[in-house]
């Protein structure tokens, strides 16, 4: 079955990608998930609009990851979160908090869903957090999580 991906499927693609997947895969995963969309000549003329945003948005090339990789890890990331007695939270630190944290502190605007955390937080502490900023580039950071 050919697709086109519409967001980054790890081991798959990047959104734009046409892909050849396998019919169940395809049908009963990546389409209803909205991961991707049925390849159609109308649909494939539709990849240039999405790979167009997609480099709006992206680490330009290697040397650009490797710039921003520095400057996340020279980074120091507070995240204020309500907690009760004893540190624990109410509800857990979302992917998307945590880039809001990253760019309140001085860092880059990330894509939250490049972003590699450790099981759910739920509780006060140090935490560190990967994120792929390119294929070949992954940079790690320590959040901290404070009560607020």
Excluded: C
């Excluded at 959104?15 to 990546?30: C, Q």
């Excluded at 909205?34 to 790979?51: C, H, L, S, Y």
């Excluded at 908090?97 to 502490?125: N, Q």
């Amino acid at each position: 079955m050919k697709i086109i991906l519409t967001q980054e499927v790890s081991g798959l693609g990047a959104p734009g990608d046409i892909v050849e997947v396998k019919d169940g895969f395809g049908r009963n995963y990546l389409l209803p998930q909205g991961f991707a969309i049925a390849w159609t000549k109308g649909a494939e003329k539709q990849v240039t609009v999405i790979k167009r945003a997609r480099s709006a948005r992206e680490i330009r090339d290697l040397d650009h990851a490797n710039e921003v990789k520095g400057q996340l890890e020279g980074l120091k990331v507070n995240l204020k979160a309500r907690a009760g007695d004893g540190g624990r939270l109410f509800g857990s630190v979302t992917s998307a908090e945590i880039v809001d944290a990253v760019k309140a502190s001085g860092g880059p605007v990330l894509d939250r869903r490049r972003l590699e955390v450790p099981g759910h937080i739920k509780s006060t502490g140090t935490y560190p957090v990967k994120i792929k900023l390119h294929p070949e580039v992954t940079a790690s950071f320590n959040l901290n999580v404070v009560q607020g």
